[in-house]
């Protein structure tokens, strides 16, 4: 399941703030293409969040994974930030 496999390979331990940010925002988006378009997209970020929060509290970037899927189920989407190189 790519959801599984999405938040293994964010689950990297403590990694530099921006860092975390960065891969967060990648893993969410991988996730995200991965929805069927007829899925209902509360539901599946409802049972994401359930599968993430536990290695988010040894993971930042699964944190911010987390802190994603909660945000975009009680606020308006809104583009992410670009992170300029």
């Known amino acids: 399941m790519l959801l599984k496999r999405t938040i293994a390979q964010l689950d990297l331990g403590t990694l530099s703030p921006e860092r975390a940010r960065e891969m967060g925002e990648l893993g969410y988006l991988q996730w995200l293409g991965a929805l069927p378009a007829s899925s209902n997209y509360l539901h599946e970020a409802m049972y994401a969040y359930t599968l993430a929060a536990p290695a988010a509290r040894r993971s930042n970037a699964v944190a911010v994974f987390c ?10 989407v809104e583009p992410l930030a670009m992170m300029m190189a």
Do not use: F, G, K, W
Not at 67 to 76: R, S, Y
């Open 67 to 76: 802190d994603l899927l909660i945000a975009t189920t009680t606020t308006p």
